[in-house]
Structures are given as structure tokens and as C-alpha cells.
């Protein structure tokens, strides 16, 4: 998958696939990295559709979601 795919979540590889109403966090064990691509060796199944681009976006919003928007009110 694109390296960009793989996202730290709870200090986990991860990528991002699609569930009912938005996107979930799938823990993966990764392989070998060549040419800005990585090798999943668990937690995907092949042909399995994953989110390569704006994975960081959803690693971002599930961060704020996770620890409230900051504003206290």
C-alpha cells in the first residue's frame, strides 16, 4: 500500500477503511518498504479497499474526537 496509507493509531500501524456512516482505524502489521510503497503482512485482506489519500486527515479528526476540541465549554 502507499506509505502515506500507514497511519500511527494508539502507537499502531494502521489504515483507514470504510464502515457503515465514515471510516474506522485497522491495526496492520507491516513489511518490507520499497519505493514509497509498504508490505502488509496482517490485518488486510488482498483486494480489500483501504483509504490512501487523506489518511492523515482522518488520523487528525479521530484524534480530536478522541480528546474533545480543546474548547472547555
Keep these: ?8 493509531v494508539e502507537d499502531r500501524p494502521s489504515v483507514f477503511v470504510p464502515v457503515e456512516g ?3 482505524p485497522r491495526a496492520v ?3 518490507t518498504k520499497s519505493g514509497g ?3 502488509i503482512r496482517s490485518g488486510l485482506m488482498a483486494g480489500e479497499t ?3 489519500d487523506g489518511a492523515f486527515t482522518l488520523k487528525a479528526q479521530l484524534e480530536k474526537d ?5 474548547h472547555g465549554h
Design 29 to 31: 502489521m507491516t513489511g
Design 1 to 8: 500500500v502507499p506509505e502515506a496509507a500507514i497511519q500511527l
Design 22 to 24: 465514515g471510516y474506522a
Design 37 to 39: 510503497f509498504v508490505e
Design 66 to 70: 478522541a480528546f474533545g476540541d480543546g
Design 50 to 52: 483501504i483509504v490512501t
